[in-house]
Structures are given as C-alpha cells and as structure tokens.
C-alpha cells in the first residue's frame, strides 16, 4: 500500500521489485535486517551486485531480545555478517556504513555546537570507499575508513553500543566522533 501511494504521488519514479531494483542501480543499500540479508541478495539475484557498491548497514543482530540493554548477534568477533556477504558475492564492492546510528540521524545529523559525527566504514574495494566516503560528506558526516572488510568485526558491534542508551533510557538521539590530536 505504501509503496502504491508514494508512486501515485511521484509517477515519474520507477519501482521494482529487488531484483529489478538490483539490476537497474548503480549502488545498492543492502538496507533490511541481518537475518535476511543473504536471502534478500539471493531473491535480488546475486548476479545483479556484480561490480556494484553495496553499502552494507545491516547488523548480525539476533532474534534474542536484548539483554540490559544489550543486543545479541548471531556472528562472532571471528566474522562478521559483511564478511560472510561479501563471501557470498565476492564480485560486488561491499562497503560497511550507516550500521551504528538510526535511520533519523543518517541525512544532515545536526549535533550542538555544529560538530559532523563520524561514519566508520570498511570494504575490500579502495574506490567503492572513495565514491561512500563523498556520498557520506554529502549527507554530512566525517568519514573514517578502518581498512578491508575484516574491520566490519570491530564496526558492526558499534551497533550494540550505539543502541544501549536507547533500550535503556529511549535516547537514540546521538551518534558517534572519533576524536584525534
């Protein structure tokens, strides 16, 4: 229904389902849960991420409810969920992002004081990180790039850090900023 509105409201837009949405776009936002990634790529058609950017903000996050306010992952510190779709369609140019912040604060974050927040992000492809790194200064962040696809291990648990305050106190108004000297 939704979906029907918005292209009754926009008719000059285009619409499709994920696999034709996976063929026509230039980058991808892999952007449904962790649970389903594997399975949205393989419904996309793997063969459609061939040589794409895949923006990866999906979390390994499990069905378990949080624990004080801590979320359970279905991955270990030994591989994370990015790794293992990169594995799964090794052609694509996976770049983690926009994994540890909500969806609110992910266009224009505005913070006192004027202060950009800071994006990490990790992938194999050197250029793919390029092209996210001036699509995340455009939405407005500073960007950190923490190395190849193996660092999404240490950025994919910002997500539980990120998500701590809101379970505890329904504050989910912040985002993270490394500070350097």
């Given amino acids: 229904d939704e979906v029907l509105k918005w292209k009754s409201d926009h008719p000059t837009a285009q619409t499709g389902d994920f696999a034709q949405t996976a063929a026509f776009a230039d980058i991808i936002v892999l ?45 270990d510190l030994n591989e994370s969920l990015m790794e293992k779709l990169q594995k799964r369609t090794p052609q694509a140019r996976f770049v983690k992002a926009f994994n540890s912040v ?50 999404a291990r240490a950025i994919e648990p910002m997500c539980i850090l990120w998500c701590i305050p809101g379970f505890l106190h329904n504050s989910w108004n912040h985002a993270f900023r490394l500070l350097k000297k």
């Fill in 31 to 75: 952007a449904v849960s962790g649970l389903v990634a594997m399975n949205a790529i393989q419904i996309a058609g793997p063969q459609h991420f061939n040589g794409k950017i895949v923006i990866d903000p999906t979390n390994p996050i499990a069905k378990d409810p949080p624990e004080d306010g801590v979320l359970k992952f279905f991955t």
């Fill in 102 to 151: 909500g969806n609110s604060l992910m266009y224009k974050p505005q913070f006192p004081g004027g202060e950009k927040p800071t994006m990490f992000i990790c992938g194999n492809d050197a250029d793919a990180k390029k092209d996210v790194t001036q699509l995340l200064e455009l939405f407005g962040w500073e960007t950190e790039d923490m190395g190849t696809a193996a660092a």
